[in-house]
């Protein structure tokens, strides 16, 4: 993904080169110019084409937002209930993702998500310990909600 | 316009310093560490960074100056407060502070790389 990053700011320049303005503006333009390039020769390529990474990675950003003012809505709601009722527990999470970067911002994600927190990541990286605030009713839709999550990191990762 | 940035900056602030008071009442208010923890991670990283949005949008309206060392304070806060949070309360089970008594479940306390004898009365 950064060589093509790397390439297509070279085509820009190259573009500079070619017309001879050197504004960034012409830059802009040779850049637009060296996406529709790499577009069309992505076959050539390991990875995908870098920009579907890129739209993948603003994707998750707008995940983590929606989590965090939803995770403040949910403490609100259970503060504020004049009676403690709530269950606590901590549940091991089996996760399928492997490298370090990925295990951090799941579980920062998760850190951030209604009612969990994560406690400890075992020493392999396979399962993940979260406190959950209410555990009968936050099992089911926690689970969903971090398949989603676990496939919204894959798809920055493949 | 200015009158729309005026109410956004309103809302904003004092959503920011409701959710700082409603994390400090959560501190007070939980029985035990991890459940404190939830309240403090949570609400304290909203508060302080909707603040901080309500300032630079108010600098901006007011003067036309654009702060982007608060941005970076945003983005940094986002990004170290759930950190902080998941080492308080790693270190917190680590050295052996015992779950809420209502606690039903502890998955933890079964993981093979934590030390069984270590777990002392807080």
């Known amino acids: 993904m950064a060589f093509q990053i790397l390439l297509n700011v070279f085509l820009g320049f190259m573009w500079m080169f070619l017309t001879g303005s050197y504004e960034p503006v012409a830059f802009l333009k040779g850049y637009l110019f060296g996406l529709l390039i790499i577009f069309t020769f992505r076959r050539f390529f390991d990875s995908r084409f870098y920009l579907l990474r890129a739209v993948a990675v603003i994707n998750l950003l707008f995940i983590f937002i929606k989590e965090l003012i939803l995770a403040n809505i949910g403490v609100l709601k259970v503060l504020l209930k004049p009676k403690l009722d709530f269950r606590p527990g901590i549940f091991a999470y089996p996760t399928v993702l492997k490298e370090d970067w990925e295990i951090m911002v799941l579980s920062n994600l998760i850190t951030l998500t209604p009612g969990t927190l994560v406690v400890d990541v075992s020493p392999d990286n396979k399962i993940l310990y979260i406190h959950a605030i209410d555990i009968e009713d936050a099992k089911e839709t926690i689970d969903s909600i971090k398949n989603t999550f676990e496939k919204a990191i894959m798809e920055v990762s493949r | ?122």
Not at chain 2, 16 to 36: H, N, Q, W
Not at chain 2, 77 to 92: E, N, Q, W
């Open chain 2, 1 to 122: 316009m200015n009158e729309i940035a005026n109410i956004a900056i309103i809302v904003l602030i004092l959503i920011g310093a409701f959710l700082s008071l409603v994390a400090a009442y959560g501190v007070i208010r939980l029985p035990d560490i991890y459940t404190r923890n939830h309240a403090a991670s949570k609400s304290a990283t909203l508060g302080v960074m909707s603040i901080l949005l309500g300032t630079l949008l108010f600098f901006y309206v007011k003067d036309g100056f654009f702060n982007s060392r608060v941005l970076l304070g945003i983005v940094f806060v986002f990004m170290t407060s759930p950190v902080a949070g998941h080492l308080i309360a790693r270190a917190a089970y680590n050295s052996g502070v015992k779950l809420w008594d209502k606690s039903v479940q502890d998955d933890l306390k079964q993981a093979p790389h934590i030390k069984q004898s270590g777990s002392k009365e807080h």
